[in-house]
């Protein structure tokens, strides 16, 4: 698999290059291109749709699916709305109640979206997604609402493979030793995969199991999709040079303890990669993490897309001959009314508020 994103990141490279010189070249691509779906991300114009794709790979269409449920809907699915739901291609959440101001839409009947009917919620939401936009994506990606998801991560991930092969990426696990990927973590399937799923395992419980109460929604999945011939991609696998897990299945605060308590023993038990404290734990490209706040997602939101860091030299640089002079200091920050500051030796002994 390493040697094949290797090629085509070769390949993207070669395109781009005879693009620059053969204005034929882009014609030509153009007329191949128009079979192909128009992207909800694209522009109106056709021809810079065209020149884009040259430069260099479009960006994947990534539909995600969040599972929500009616009491989480003004809470957890309206945060993932505001935050990174907004950088997906299209955003849909699955619940057993319509709500159309986010976009949520009833895939199971009333009552039966509570967590012990995950596993239909789950199959009913795939259901419809695939019934809906089964062809206009090129990736599906199912996360809880209580999943933050860094939507570029996942692009650059997702950009080394091929929508059309059947693939599943994920946190990989086993349980019964049968491998799977965390459902909180959050799992993507590529279109191929969707439509395996749908098409061969949905309905057949001899490849799939059919819904029922208590069913083990990530379990299942995985099972269903290896019944069918899906190729399973550890995302600690991904990358080159990066062994490190990206779909993380607890809150990244629990992998910050140093003493390692945080981390529960299944946890070790059922993962396929080493489960690492502290800095080390996580990649750098890390694509989603599992059992967000909606003050969590914030907190993300805030560090990932928000604080910005400025190197020592750029600090210098813009700070040359620009210091202010006393008169300005004077001026902007002029001293304190110091009159109010009673008698040292009188200060009560125990301040309020304190
Ligand atoms: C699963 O959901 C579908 C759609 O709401 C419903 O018809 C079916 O009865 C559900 N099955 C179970 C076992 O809950
Ligand atoms: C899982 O596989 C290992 C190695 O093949 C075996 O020793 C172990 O008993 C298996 N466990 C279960 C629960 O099947
Ligand atoms: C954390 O736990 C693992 C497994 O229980 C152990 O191997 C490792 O040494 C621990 N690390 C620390 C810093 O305690």
């Not at 928000?306 to 190197?311: A, I, N, P, T």
Request: charged share 20%; with cysteine; hydrophobic share 35%.
């Amino acid at each position: 698999m390493t040697a094949k994103i290797k090629l085509r990141s070769q390949l993207h490279l070669l395109t781009g290059f005879m693009a620059g010189f053969v204005l034929a070249f882009v014609l030509l691509l153009y007329v191949y291109d128009v079979s192909r779906v128009t992207p909800c991300w694209s522009s109106s114009s056709t021809m810079s749709t065209a020149t884009a794709r040259i430069r260099g790979s479009p960006p994947a269409r990534i539909l995600c699916m969040v599972l929500t449920c009616p009491e989480n809907v003004e809470t957890l699915a309206r945060t993932v709305h505001d935050t990174w739901g907004q950088r997906c291609s299209h955003l849909i959440f699955a619940s057993s109640e319509d709500y159309e101001p986010l976009g949520v839409v009833q895939v199971v009947e009333p009552g039966g979206g509570g967590y012990e009917d995950l596993w239909n919620k789950t199959r009913e939401g795939f259901r419809h997604v695939w019934e809906h936009f089964g062809r206009d994506f090129d990736w599906f990606l199912k996360a809880d609402d209580d999943t933050y998801v860094v939507m570029e991560n996942l692009q650059q991930l997702l950009s080394g493979f091929d929508p059309d092969t059947p693939v599943y990426f994920g946190y990989k696990m086993s349980r019964y030793n049968v491998s799977y990927m965390s459902g909180g973590a959050s799992y993507v399937l590529s279109r191929q995969a969707l439509d395996r799923f749908m098409t061969q395992a949905y309905e057949s419980e001899v490849i799939c199991p059919q819904p029922k109460k208590m069913g083990i929604e990530d379990f299942y999945m995985g099972i269903c999709l290896q019944n069918v011939g899906v190729h399973f991609v550890d995302s600690s696998q991904s990358l080159d040079g990066d062994t490190k897990p990206k779909f993380m299945p607890l809150d990244l605060e629990h992998y910050m303890s140093e003493a390692n308590i945080t981390i529960p023993q299944w946890l070790r038990q059922m993962s396929f990669s080493l489960v690492e404290t502290g800095l080390t734990c996580c990649s750098k490209y890390s694509v989603a993490f599992h059992y967000a706040s909606r003050e969590r997602m914030f907190l993300y939101e805030f560090l990932i897309y928000h604080l910005k860091v400025l190197s020592p030299n750029l600090i210098s640089e813009r700070n040359q001959g620009s210091q202010l002079t006393l008169s300005d200091l004077i001026r902007r920050f002029p001293l304190e009314d110091n009159s109010n500051i009673k008698d040292l030796l009188q200060m009560s002994e125990k301040p309020e508020n304190f």
